[in-house]
């Protein structure tokens, strides 16, 4: 299955290798002075992670040492296998040098510590590679190219590759990239395949992160009136029922391990995992303002890079231009991500830098974004060199801040004056 177009596949393929190299080479030197927690530390990571030793290693689901006690006196891992999934080839290629160095693995030690690293920055290139080649559609390759590299280093994308690479935000990234630039592909020429990629992409978004299934609606209204939708969208299964059908059943396939978990645990197949927490959302009294602009990890505060894109974003869905993005779907998939995560009895995602729950969201906001850069091209014609400076800065910022982040910073001790405080650490220190 060819994620990236054929044409210049090979420069390409040499951009992905050399992103997911300097990434890599940033992760390890980045977590050096703590190498042996990357992988054991007590959060969301190990949760996501310990599906592969008690697969690979130990053959039982029931070794997992990061769970929930439930009252029928068995444990509960919280977080689902689809980003364990997406790393189990570089899992196992660990394993496989274990084995032939001689280490008695257990699934810790340091080979799978770098072929997680690894694992991350490649999901990431391979994110950046599709999200460029959808760019170039619409775009010059120097927007595309500006617009990316603002993406991995001006947002929080960097810092949840090379500080915290174990969260999901990354892998999540990866598919959305992946499930946009099939929806084009089939939006402008229906097929077969790339049906089939849906279907596919759509299971592990939901089994890496269930929330995000909220994307799932970008296939869905994508370039087709919304009172249309459902009966367009149709005529796709209709036109290629023997894709359809094998799309339904690798779908279903790559679910059921998870469900069949659920049921040993639980008793139930499907399950609200965050619930055996106490954890849930207020419908009522969303945080809408405070993860946009709060002192706790509000997005645009701490990446007012994505102010711009916001901006083209509203522009283009009020006035439909340029015509050839669809840009009321992306902005409704935005929409109820804010406010499902605004929700959240968490509404800052304890542990945030930058506010992490869009992270994901980048590979569709990086269409305004890119719009925002040929306006601003466009419009400073003549002095496009001076575009470098508030870039370079944005970079800059950034990037100290990815490296001076500590936790906590957030909860009752996080304040305004902490924040001005981290602020100015990042330029002086």
Known sequence: MTLVPSRSSSAYLIGIALLTALLTWLAWNTNAPKMGFVLTHTSDPLGYYQWLPGTFIHADWNSFNYVVPLENGKGLNVFTLGVALLQAPFFLLALVYCWF????????????????????????????????????????AQVAWITCTLLVFATNMYYYNVREGGMSHVYSFFLFAWLLHSTLAMVERPNGRDLLRLFV???????????????LLLPLFYGVPLHESLKDRLQWLVRFPGWSVTGIGLALLLILPQLLYWKAQTGS?????????????????PHLWDILFSHQGGWLLYHPLMIGAMVMLLRGACSGRPAYVDWRAILLIWCVAWYFIA?????????????????????????????????????????????LAPAVFLIFLNI??????????????WTWDSLITFWGDAFYQ
């Open 101 to 140: 160095a001689g280490i008695s693995p257990t699934g810790y030690e340091l080979p799978f510590v770098f072929f997680r690293f690894v694992a991350t920055s490649f999901y990431c290139s391979l994110g950046v590679a599709l999200t460029f080649r959808t760019l170039r559609r619409y775009w010059s």
């Open 201 to 215: 992409c759509g299971a592990l978004i939901i089994l890496v992160r269930p929330l995000n299934g909220i994307a």
């Open 269 to 285: 197949y499907f399950v609200f995992t965050y619930g055996a927490k106490g954890e849930g959302f207020f419908w009522w009294s």
């Open 343 to 387: 929700s959240w009895w968490n509404w800052w995602l304890g542990g945030s830098f930058g506010h992490r729950g869009f992270v994901e969201h980048y590979a569709l906001l990086a269409l305004p974004l890119a719009a925002c850069v040929d306006a601003l091209i466009n419009w400073s014609r003549r002095f496009k060199w001076l575009l």
């Open 400 to 413: 100290r801040m990815s490296h001076l982040a500590f936790s906590p910073m957030d909860g009752p001790t």
